[in-house]
């Protein structure tokens, strides 16, 4: 079976002249030292618990001790808030990357998803919701021996389902904007 996952996108956020601690723990998190950049981070989030880089940053610091569930709990808590949306689609695809390595397929699907409906340029999102949705076919059907392709959908499929989300996602977005624009106080900020 092959692994059906790419690599954990690491995203890269500028510091802006940020905290000493952010700095030092980017620091540490470059000398592989990812308890204490995981300490910095924290120590960030105790003063400002809405820094996005401290955030993301200590998600990765948590990856990268193999503390998954921490992570995913940081990633998501970033993916639904109402941060940059370049953070919050790279939140979203490191849930899934997550959940994937733990077979959580149809919990990757949803997040893969979600990362390119905030993104739809990611290729990386992109081919690893077509891996899981070829191996959640599988899982299901128990492998189709008559698919020489290897199960799954081909790239039209795909290519197809995501412009049907990008679509539902778009109107979703006008409505929201009508919402809003109208002052509907039944309105949420998502």
């Known amino acids: 079976m092959k692994y059906i996952l790419l690599p954990v996108l690491f995203l890269t956020l500028a510091t802006h002249a940020q905290a000493p601690d952010i700095r030092k723990g980017n620091e540490y998190f470059r000398n592989g030292q990812f308890g204490m950049a995981e300490q910095h ?5 105790k003063s ?3 820094n ?7 998600g990765l610091a948590l990856y990268h001790q ?9 990633w998501q808590k970033l993916a639904t808030g109402s941060g940059a949306i370049s953070t919050r689609a790279a939140s979203h695809y ?11 397929l149809e919990e990757s699907i949803d997040s893969y ?5 905030l993104d739809p340029n990611d290729k990386e999102a992109r081919e690893n919701l077509q891996k899981a949705l070829s191996e959640l076919k599988k899982k299901q059907g128990g492998g189709g021996g008559g698919n020489k392709g290897g199960g799954g959908m081909n790239k039209d499929e795909a290519d197809k389902q995501l412009e049907k989300l990008q679509e539902k996602e778009s109107n979703l977005q006008k409505r929201m904007q009508k919402k809003s624009a109208s002052g509907d106080p039944q309105s949420k900020d998502w």
């Open 113 to 117: 998803k979600a990362a390119l409906r």
């Open 48 to 50: 400002d618990p809405q």
């Open 41 to 45: 981070y924290a120590s960030v989030l």
């Open 94 to 104: 490191n849930a899934g990357v997550i959940r994937s390595h733990e077979k959580r």
């Open 52 to 58: 996005e880089i401290a955030r993301y940053n200590l």
């Open 66 to 74: 193999q503390k998954f569930r921490e992570a995913e709990e940081v």
